[in-house]
């Protein structure tokens, strides 16, 4: 039989096969290669075997992610250079990010707008807001096995409780995990939502540049959406971008093509990188 991983506790698996649930452990050789939540199995009396991952992050444990929702709010100040981290990893990993503005009730259009102005070409944006429980178009995007991201206080409780609204068991459990940090290694789980799945990210209000530790400064530029029209026209192949003369990203960078807040985001994480890298 196969199914999916959805809850972890110590080496105690929980596994959903249809609309069956079991709770296994790990046949030997597997509890030295590690098995997480979000990992598709192949199991009997024990599980047998770890189908191939389309990706798996360290911090938090989890295998699979088909999006990341990466919230933001007028207050606390948003971090943007954070967002532009967690952008980042979800390209390299192979994860959609979806931006999600919420508290829209209290913050004025233009702030949206200038979201919306730097970072139309990079991902997908929606507006919420949990306290007038307007949802919508966040659940319309819950597909998959999804996780919510971003600073503290931005309201990601608060959405998982617009979200499920009455499985009072699951607002209670989740909200207080992804907004507080109660989290260890040692418990994580998937929360079914309609086509999809809701996993507790406690701690994914930061990111380590070692979860990119084997991207190059040079590979970076590569994953900017935003940047991928001009690579072609930087006289250099492994340009970092970072001088003006022959480059076609400062240029677009000045003629407003791109955003400049992201160029300079940018910077920051390449010198980051790099010192990351001689450490």
């Not at 290669?33 to 938090?60: H, Y």
């Not at 944006?125 to 007038?132: G, P, W």
């Not at 990601?156 to 989740?174: H, M, P, R």
């Not at 001009?230 to 006289?235: I, N, S």
């Amino acid at each position: 039989m196969t199914g999916l991983v959805i809850k972890k506790n110590a080496d105690l698996f929980t596994i959903e096969s249809g609309d069956k649930i079991f709770e296994l452990k790990p046949k030997g050789t597997l509890k030295k290669n590690g098995i997480f939540v979000g990992d598709k199995v192949e199991f009997s009396n024990t599980i047998d075997k770890l189908l191939e991952r389309k990706n798996i992050l360290i911090r938090p444990p989890l295998a699979n992610l088909d999006k990341i929702f990466i919230v933001l709010s007028p207050l606390p100040k948003p971090d943007f250079l954070l967002v532009d981290k967690m952008i980042l990893c979800c390209f390299v990993k192979g994860i959609e990010p979806v931006l999600v503005i919420n508290k829209t009730d209290l913050i004025d259009e233009e702030f949206v707008k200038n979201v919306q102005k730097t970072y139309k070409k990079v991902l997908k944006i929606i507006k919420t807001s949990a306290h007038k429980n307007d949802v919508e178009a966040l659940t319309k995007q819950i597909k998959g096995i999804c996780a919510f991201a971003g600073q503290s206080a931005v309201g990601k409780s608060s959405l998982i409780n617009a979200l499920f609204g009455d499985k009072k068991e699951i607002v209670g459990d989740l909200s207080k995990k992804i907004e507080r940090g109660k989290q260890t290694t040692r418990l994580v789980s998937l929360y079914k939502f309609g086509k999809g799945y809701i996993a507790d990210t406690a701690g994914f209000s930061s990111l380590e540049l070692g979860m990119l530790v084997d991207l190059t400064p040079q590979e970076v530029g590569r994953y900017y959406p935003d940047f991928l029209p001009y690579l072609a026209e930087c006289k250099y192949r492994s340009c970092l971008h970072k001088l003006k003369v022959d480059c076609a990203i400062i240029d677009h960078v000045e003629k407003g093509d791109i955003a400049k807040m992201r160029y300079e985001n940018y910077l920051k994480i390449i010198d980051s990188l790099e010192n990351f890298k001689k450490r």
